[in-house]
Structures are given as C-alpha cells and as structure tokens.
C-alpha cells in the first residue's frame, strides 16, 4: 500500500461508481451537460463516513455549495455554471496551485480560513445537493491557461481534472502539469476569460452556426479571430465572439417578479429567452445574486 490518502477511508476508495469524464454527453444525468462530462470521481459510502483531505491547504469554503458566487471565488474557482446547487454541501481547500472539492456532504468540521493538513477529517459524507444516493463526489480544479485565438491574449479559466492523476501519481508536479496542458473549460459550450466569450468548437458546429447563435456575420467572427477559411474550424478551437458583456447577477435581478432572466434581459433590451438562451439556463436553472451572465450588446 502506498502512502497515499484518498478522500474517503481506504477500504472504500477501491471502489469507484463513476469516474471523471464519464457519460460525456450528459445523457444520464442531466448536470453531467458540461464539456467533458463528469467533473469528480464519485465514491459510494454510507452517510456519514469521514471525508479527507488528500493534501495541505486552507479551506476556501465549507458550505451549501449555492451560496458560493463568482466574486467571492473570482481568484480560486468557478463553480459549474450557476448550478452550484448540484454539490449540496461542499468543502473547498485550496492548496497553491490546485484546488480539491469534496461534495454531497452531510457535515463539515473547518470552516473557510482553517489550515487542514494531509489526512485531517474534514467532513462527513452525504447525500446533499443534486444525489443519485449517498456517495463522496471528489473534484480536483486547477487554473489553466487556454489560447483563445492566434494573435489573441490567452485566457485564464479553471478547470477541473481527473483526480485519480491527484491521488496516484508518484510526481504530483508532473502530474499537475499534464493536467493543466489537457485542461478544458468547464462551463457549457462557452467559458470566461479575460479576452471575453469564447465557444469551444463542438463536433458538426460550423462558424456560421456559431455566428447565428450569438447573432453575429461569419465575417465579423473570422476577422475577429483571424480565421481565414471559415470552413475549416477544428473541434476544441475557441471562437471568441465580439461583443458579449458580462453582466453580475443582482439581489434585485434575482428577487424580479418577473423573473431573472427577463429582469436582467430587461436592462439590455433583450428578451429573458435570449438572455436564457445564451446563457445555457433552463427553466429549473436557479441563478443567485452574484452568478455571471452573458448579455449580448443590443
Ligand atoms: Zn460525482
């Protein structure tokens, strides 16, 4: 047996009900629909099994995952697109370079700010938040650098990764490496940076569909991009689209009557669908105050 920890006690972390990546194009479970499919590894437990930490750090946040915004993690994290709610109660430990999540869980011992070391109890399994069962669902997330664009400033995104490569390997640094190299947004189709809104080129997307989908001409996405056959796109090219703004999610916005959508639509001039569609929401999307949403300029 090595010297390594995994999150849950050792006679259950040989047993693994779904690993990262798996159901890629989301169809079992719904909030598997984010590029790449499943973010964590997932151990089935009983509710209450003690949950570790698998490296140093200090804990981000330790908490119903929903209550988490953009802003407070703007430096560490981005949750899975506005639907943070999936994790239930969630630790969060930062530990440089990487962070490791632990969800579903049923009890958390630290709370943010609290240094925990390698193997400390955290907290105790679950079954809170978007759960098939009481299971530990395991996220490693680090920050990667993406290229945009030829010519264009690259980007800055988290990303997670699979956390078996966390757990294993014997060289953690080369092992983050190959991680942060093979990294891919996270949030659906299209991902936050710096140099704006970018869509990840998907099997069958052509530069038209894209434009239409955000309103713009094949030219303005190809001078924009420097792209000089707008027929031949390859799969994972980021597209950056001119133009989107990014507007943060109000108390007021949220508390609209008329819903969020439309209330945050509504500043734009444009429709709470557009702004729905945009963003990837659907009707059991929930949106808190301080989420990010694409607002595409009128
Ligand atoms: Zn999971």
Redesign the pocket.
């Known amino acids: 047996m090595s010297t390594d920890v995994y999150p849950v006690p050792d006679e259950l972390a040989r047993t693994i009900s779904?690993r990262f990546g798996e159901d890629p194009h989301g169809r079992r479970f719904p909030w598997n629909r984010h590029t790449g499919g499943?973010?964590?590894?997932?151990y089935p437990c009983p509710v209450g099994t003690p949950v570790r930490a698998i490296a140093d750090g200090t804990v981000l946040w330790a908490d119903w995952g929903h209550k988490i915004t953009d802003d407070e993690l703007e430096r560490k994290a981005v949750l899975p697109d506005n639907s943070s709610e999936e994790g239930g109660f969630c630790v969060y430990i930062d530990h440089g370079d990487w962070i490791s999540c632990y969800?579903h869980l049923s009890h958390r011992y630290p709370a943010a700010g609290e240094r925990v070391t390698r193997g400390q109890v955290i907290g105790l399994s679950g079954n809170t938040g978007q759960s098939t069962g009481p299971?530990l669902?395991f996220e490693c997330i680090l920050e990667a650098r993406v290229d945009l664009a030829p010519g264009k400033v690259a980007g800055i995104l988290w990303a997670r990764y699979d956390p078996q490569l966390q757990i294993d390997a014997e060289n953690k640094a080369a092992a983050l490496a190959a991680a942060r190299a093979a990294a891919r947004p996270v949030t659906p189709r299209h991902a936050i940076a710096p140099a704006g809104l970018f869509w990840i080129v998907d099997p069958g997307d052509t530069l038209g569909g894209i434009a239409a989908h955000y309103g713009k001409t094949i030219a303005e996405l190809a001078q924009h991009n420097g792209i000089r056959h707008p027929d031949r796109i390859e799969v994972g090219q980021r597209i950056l689209i001119p133009g989107a703004v990014v507007h943060t999610v109000t108390a007021a916005d949220v508390a609209s009557p008329q819903g969020v959508a439309a209330a945050i639509g509504g500043q734009y001039g444009l429709s709470g669908e557009h702004i729905m569609h945009l963003n990837g929401w659907t009707v059991s999307t929930i949106v808190y105050a301080g989420n990010r949403a694409w607002v595409q300029k009128g």
């Open positions: 779904q499943h973010l964590g590894q997932d969800a299971h669902h």
